[in-house]
Nanobody, 115 residues
Framework: QVQLVESGGGLVQSGGSLGLSCAAS????????VGWYRQPPGKQRELVAH???????NYADSVKGRFTISRDNAKNTVYLQMNSLKPEDTAVYYC?????????WGQGTQVTVSS
């Protein structure tokens, strides 16, 4: 059973920083690309950042230069460092991995940025 567990969300003032972690139950991150998504209140879920097995990253235009995705295969963990946060970054953040037999999501972690 694949499990993804996010942590690190919280309340922060505009301009502040937060770091999110996504821990997997097995070594699945070593062999698969991983994405961070977010779902703002009343809106659809959107891709924020993505990292391949080789470490290639890409970001949504709205977070480029502010967010950094990284991975530690030894710890089966993917991170999202978020700097210069804005109120519009407020959302539930999810990590995601697509395996051959299906898609897996974490339970989500709330990030709230106050103005």
């Amino acid at each position: 059973q694949v499990q993804l567990v996010e942590s690190g969300g919280g309340l922060v003032q505009s301009g502040g920083s937060l770091g999110l972690s996504c821990a997997a139950s097995g070594s699945i991150f070593r062999f698969n690309a991983v994405g961070w998504y977010r779902q703002p209140p009343g809106k659809q879920r959107e891709l924020v950042a993505h990292i391949t097995t080789g470490g290639t990253t890409n970001y949504a235009d709205s977070v480029k230069g502010r967010f950094t995705i990284s991975r530690d295969n030894a710890k089966n963990t993917v991170y999202l460092q978020m700097n210069s946060l804005k109120p519009e970054d407020t959302a539930v953040y999810y990590c995601h991995v697509r395996l051959v037999w299906g898609d897996y999501w974490g339970q989500g972690t709330q990030v709230t940025v106050s103005s």
